[in-house]
């Protein structure tokens, strides 16, 4: 192959720079905190939004969607935190007696 072939066809190749999502840069979604961690350069699916982002290979959750999640927490009462929070563990209980494992 010519060497005007191959600096064609590298020309034609995309930019890793360019596209939907920045792999290890700042991007919201990312959790660059997970980075140096030996499992925490994943691209993952938020299950929230459905948006790619990196991070642990056990997220499941992009960063963006996890703290607009922790602020409405924090922004209930404390009652209805309470509320759920029973709710939560009721559904727990009846997950636990209905296993077979159980």
Known sequence: MSTDKKQT???TLPDPSVGSID???????NWSE???HENGK???VC???????VGHKRRVQCRKCAL?????????????????MEHLKAELAC????????
């Open 23 to 29: 792999l290890f840069g700042d991007s919201e979604r």
């Open 42 to 44: 994943y691209m993952r």
């Open 9 to 11: 066809e590298a020309k």
């Open 68 to 84: 607009e999640c922790k602020a409405a927490w924090d922004a209930l009462p404390e009652a209805e935190k309470q509320k759920r």
């Open 47 to 53: 299950f929230a939004c459905g948006q790619t982002f």
């Open 95 to 102: 997950l636990k007696t209905s296993s077979p494992n159980a």
């Open 34 to 36: 997970d980075f140096s």
